[in-house]
């Protein structure tokens, strides 16, 4: 067995060392749950300050305000959503991605897993074969910053205005 401390002087200080390191871990830990927590709220659609929010918004009032379902071909939706063809649980690095979010009523995308056969079908046309494939084949590991997030919401927030939405 190895020696912890060099004499009596530093062994009577040892517990305060061990506690004052377990105490800079704890911090550290509830640091990264917080910052965890914030890049969540950036993702909640609901949200009007949300990268989200005008992400999606861009997506099916700006990009795709002329095109039907990407999944049924319905023109007369009630409601529209931005659904994407990888899942954000799936692939959340294409979460923001242009090619794998595309204007989609909510019956296809809420109602029926995005149908995504017909997705695909029609994804292709829009897009082509290679960039579809593209999508299926990136599995990068992608952490969000809140500074990525706001250069993102900021991106899109301005192009909606742009257009008046």
């Not at 040892?14 to 911090?27: F, G, I, S, T, W």
């Not at 990264?32 to 992400?55: D, G, I, R």
């Not at 007369?76 to 979460?95: E, I, N």
């Not at 090619?99 to 829009?126: A, M, W």
Request: glycine share 4%.
């Amino acid at each position: 067995m190895g020696q912890k401390t060099c004499g009596p002087l530093c062994e009577s200080m040892l517990p305060r060392v061990e506690k004052a390191k377990k105490q800079k871990a704890e911090n550290r830990k509830r640091k990264t749950q917080f910052l965890q927590s914030q890049v969540s709220e950036w993702h909640k659609h609901s949200n009007p300050w949300s990268t989200a929010y005008w992400f999606h918004r861009w997506i099916r009032l700006v990009r795709d305000k002329n095109d039907p379902c990407i999944s049924c071909d319905n023109p007369d939706a009630v409601q529209w959503h931005a659904g994407h063809y990888r899942s954000r649980g799936a692939a959340p690095q294409l979460r923001y991605h242009v090619d794998n979010v595309h204007k989609q009523c909510s019956q296809c995308n809420s109602h029926n897993s995005g149908r995504i056969g017909e997705y695909r079908i029609r994804l292709v046309e829009k897009i082509g074969l290679d960039r579809v494939e593209a999508l299926e084949n990136n599995h990068e590991i992608k952490r969000w910053t809140i500074e990525e997030l706001t250069a993102i919401r900021d991106h899109y927030k301005r192009q909606c205005k742009e257009e008046g939405v």
